[in-house]
């Protein structure tokens, strides 16, 4: 009787202290899990890919944390002409004055201020922003950055075409977000959006790759934007687009919106033609672009290919053309239809315009037109284009 005690009493110890040791190994591992290694790369590295949370989804606060150091607030004062009137607003005394309340109580210069944010892109203080955050008659510029310093800014050049401009701004050894290749991105992909929304600082909001290569949002005059929903709202005009590798890939430049606020549809400029506008910017003041001479285009529509007694709408009609234009040269005229580009089918006039800007200057290209039923191609002299806004 005592010896089956004594065994009994000797296997539920046994037992309990497996069972101890079963737990702690099972707790270790669940621990392990929890908190993935993370390396910390240096200057100019490539981020890893964001940790997957216990929950099976990402976690990108390390990727965010380091991300919010290179992204700061901007904001700019100009010099805007208003009327004195004070019916200025109403559109009965509009109506009644003809619009010329000028000539009846005069007009001064008023400040106004813009708000918005940049992506710094060198240490010694040039950011990368919005053409439209500093546009105007700019007479101030200040920056403020993540550690609450307010910094005087100057314009280095602005972009209007791009609604890209570069500020420099009074700081040193500041933290970089380094630039990634907007030319992988795939439809899906998560991405962060970094800015300071309605004056919030160092915003971070998460979204997907909505869409690529969107154009005719009447934004720019040169679209190529990257469609998102990640939340933009007034304020986050010139901050960063992030990957989850850590790397800009866009410029957070506009939305859609019937509200003015957030509705899950946002628009950035691709990094590769930021980081491009932007070199030029500080190496040169001006964008230098390819062109074939001063003519107007629009894109064909089923209402333009029946005036014009076209079978259908594809591609681009030149409306007017300069003599001293080089595509008028080479034997382009008003009334065609541009239909191919070295090659590429044209659509949109906002396509054509893309494609000629990102045409080497000095290099030949290749126009396909349609005139009179017939197709006929050119050989055209790309010259230089500059664009400059002070």
Known sequence: MFRRALLATLLLAAGFIAGLVLTGRLRSADDGFAAPQVATPGRGAVAQAPATAASGLPDFSVIAGRAVTGVVNISAESLVRTPNSPFASDPFFRQFFGGDEEDWFGSRYRPQASLGSGVVISSDGYVVTNNHVVSGNVRAISAVLPDKREVKGQIIGRDPVTDIAVVKISANNLPVVPWGDSSKLKVGQWVLAI???????????????????????????????????????????????????????????????????????????????ARRIAEDLIRYGEVRRGSIGGLSIVTMTPQLAEQNGLENAHGVLVVRISAAASAYQAGIRAGDVIISFNGQNVDADSQLIKLLADTKIGSTATVEVLRDGRTMSFKVPVVGRTTRAR
């Open 195 to 273: 800015g300071s929304p309605f004056q919030l600082n160092q915003t971070v909001t998460l979204g997907i790759v909505s869409a690529v290569g969107r154009a005719g949002v009447g934004v720019a005059d040169y679209e190529d934007f990257i469609q998102t929903d990640a939340a933009i709202n007034p304020g986050n005009s010139g901050g960063a687009l992030i990957d989850a590798r850590g790397e800009v890939i866009g410029i957070n430049t506009a939305i859609l919106s019937e509200s003015g606020g957030y509705q899950g549809i946002g628009f950035a400029v691709p990094s590769n033609l």
